[in-house]
């Protein structure tokens, strides 16, 4: 079982929260589901808090991606469909789940690595992104080779800008076309990303001089969870990284926590307040159900309005800085 950090005195997001009078956090609404279909990936990045990889066997089976879709669809509250892994595309459900989403006139998140459209049998993937007008936020640590292939392996900067101008040939990206591709900046170390707005602006000279266009830049913070925990720790960097995360906490991105909106679906139909606490093992509240709350234990991903939300000491890494959520910096002014 993987386990939070020790939670020194601190490090007590909780205590944190309550000393700013921002606290307990309790969910305001249900907006967006994030569906962690699998664990299963073509690539094994560094960062990757999920620990997902090519030999990972964790997918979602047909009947919870079926139940996921009859209590997102009886969720009149719940825009958006967020789909994440993993490489979510080589589970079997994904294709029927943003069919069905798509079918119910609700947006569809595709947490894409872009590599994995170069996958046997993902020939067509684009194709069908497109088709079903899939918004798509795609990994790109950064707009150098060096950096991408230093995190993520050697020749994925190559494989991504191929994949990039794919979908850029299919109108993703281009100015009027409604197909948005958000890209994703993640730092390469232990410390905050840079300012979403000015990073964006290098990016879009770099990759525009590639033939490369694309929606919006999205800055997000490592948390200190599985690998990266894992490598801080190896490095003797993590009491070091905690420690910045704490002193840079920004109670003004408390209100835009992404947990605050959202819920977060396990492969095995676990429900949890984010995909951070999912890797972490910690469930959210039971509601009066004995035992982890489930999907099958639900009949409407509304029961979870109102309930509290769990927090650990990674939660200062979303709220570090500009903040950090699923989609990208809190605070962009």
Same mark, same amino acid.
């Given at each position: ?168 040939? #299919? !109108? ?7 197909? $948005? *591709?958000? =890209?994703?900046?993640? %730092?390469?170390?232990? +410390? ?14 770099? #990759? !525009? ?7 919006? $830049? *999205?800055? =997000?913070?490592?948390? %200190?969870?599985?690998? +990266? ?14 420690? #910045? ?11 835009? =926590? ?76």
């Amino acid at each position: 079982m993987n386990q939070p950090l020790v939670s020194l005195t601190r490090w007590r997001f909780d205590k944190r929260l309550q000393r700013q009078g921002l606290g307990p956090l309790v969910r305001r609404s249900i907006e967006t589901i994030q569906v962690n279909v699998g664990k299963v990936c073509n690539q094994a990045c560094l960062h990757c808090h999920v620990e997902a990889g090519p030999k990972r066997t964790e997918q979602m089976s047909e009947n919870v991606a079926e139940r996921v879709m009859s209590l997102f669809a009886a969720s009149e509250s719940a825009g958006v469909l967020d789909i994440t892994g993993g490489a979510p595309e080589l589970n079997t459900n994904f294709r029927p789940m943003v069919q069905k989403a798509r079918a119910l006139g609700r947006e569809v998140i595709d947490r894409c690595n872009l590599t994995v459209l170069f996958e046997p049998g993902q020939e067509d993937l684009a194709a069908f992104l497109a088709e079903n007008s899939v918004h798509i936020v795609a990994s790109l640590p950064c707009y150098s080779e060096g950096n991408v292939d230093s995190q993520r392996g050697k020749g994925t900067f190559d494989r991504s800008i191929a994949a990039l101008r794919q979908l850029g040939d #299919l !109108g993703y990206g281009q100015p009027g076309s409604g197909l $948005l *591709l958000d =890209l994703v900046y993640n %730092p390469g170390g232990p +410390f905050l990303p840079p300012a979403q707005a000015t990073l964006e602006e290098k990016y879009r000279s770099e #990759l !525009g001089a590639m033939g490369i266009a694309f929606s919006s $830049l *999205l800055t =997000l913070s490592n948390l %200190p969870v599985n690998r +990266f925990a894992q490598s801080l720790r190896r490095d003797g960097q993590l009491d070091q990284y905690m420690d #910045l995360l704490c002193e840079n906490f920004n109670p003004a991105t408390v209100a835009g =926590l992404m947990c605050l909106e959202q819920v977060s679906i396990s492969w095995d139909g676990g429900i949890y307040d984010c995909d951070f606490n999912q890797m972490l093992e910690m469930p959210s509240g039971t509601s009066g159900v004995e035992g982890p709350l489930n999907v099958m234990a639900l009949d409407s991903f509304e029961q979870l309005r109102r309930m509290p939300i769990r927090t650990a000491p990674h939660c200062f890494g979303c709220t570090a800085g500009a903040g950090s959520s699923c989609g990208g910096a809190i605070q962009t002014d």
